[in-house]
């Protein structure tokens, strides 16, 4: 196991487009989160999945974000319409979490992120 | 609302020195978790030191060390021996019991001169 894969790397779009990240876990972390970061900021968090259950959207994730982990494994996050806002990089990060509650074991692998440029 | 703030956007030390980065938060609940991660340059973000509220003891890795002050709501990482490869950004986060994610401060930047 590789640690957490991100895919592309890079991505320029023009605004208008549609763009999708794909993030492949640690295959037994059944926690997957995806981050958001500009330039200059610390990470903030956009969506969290238990397995394949989406447990909690950040407000920042409007109605053009759509995140997906139809098989509890890898993870999808769509963006529609781009706008120049959006221009960010963008986090995927797991862990091997137990249960639903909180637990401090919950360390998280992040992965090298998705850099999105939209002109 | 939980908040994580660095006063520090920019640091530096020279090679073989020590620094503290420093980090103050603000939360309402008894039952957090408090970390230091590490980005270098175009590389993933990695965890550098872990420090449980309900601890008194200092979290230790090697050369990396941590002040919690939980009065003061102070969390400041000490880079002893500091080395060529510890230029990174570090982020000082909080994870609150009964939250699902980390919340991250802006990060301070360090550079290690040589």
């Known amino acids: 196991d590789t640690g957490v894969s991100q895919n592309p790397r890079h991505k320029i779009t023009k605004r208008g487009q549609n763009v999708t990240f794909r993030c492949d876990p640690i295959?037994?972390?059944?926690?997957l989160y995806w981050y958001r970061q500009t330039l200059g900021q610390g990470p903030e968090f956009l969506t969290y999945?238990?397995?394949?259950?989406?447990?909690?959207k950040s407000r920042l994730l409007s109605d053009r974000f759509s995140a997906e982990r139809p098989k509890g494994s890898f993870s999808t996050l769509e963006i529609q319409r781009t706008e120049q806002g959006d221009s960010a990089m963008y986090l995927c990060?797991?862990?091997?979490?137990?249960?639903?509650?909180?637990?401090?074991?919950?360390?998280?692998?992040f992965g090298a992120g998705s850099r999105l440029t939209v002109l | 609302a939980q908040t994580v703030t660095q006063s520090q956007p920019e640091m530096s030390v020279q090679e073989a020195e020590t620094v503290t980065l420093s980090c103050t938060y603000d939360?309402?609940?008894?039952?957090?978790?408090l970390f230091w991660y590490k980005q270098p340059p175009s590389r993933q973000m990695i965890l550098v030191i872990r420090?449980?509220?309900?601890?008194?003891q200092n979290a230790t890795e090697n050369r990396f060390s941590v002040n919690f002050q939980k009065a003061a709501k102070s969390f400041s990482l000490k880079i002893s021996d500091s080395q060529l490869g510890d230029a990174a950004m570090y982020f000082c986060?909080?994870?609150?019991?009964?939250?699902?994610?980390?919340?991250f401060g802006k990060g301070t930047k360090l550079t290690v001169n040589p």
């Open positions: 990060a797991s862990s091997l979490g137990q249960g639903l509650t909180f637990s401090g074991a919950n360390v998280l692998t």
């Open positions: 295959s037994e972390h059944n926690r």
């Open positions: 999945f238990q397995n394949e259950a989406q447990l909690e």
């Open positions: 939360t309402s609940e008894s039952d957090y978790y």
């Open positions: 420090q449980e509220a309900y601890k008194q």
């Open positions: 986060d909080l994870w609150e019991g009964g939250s699902e994610k980390l919340v």
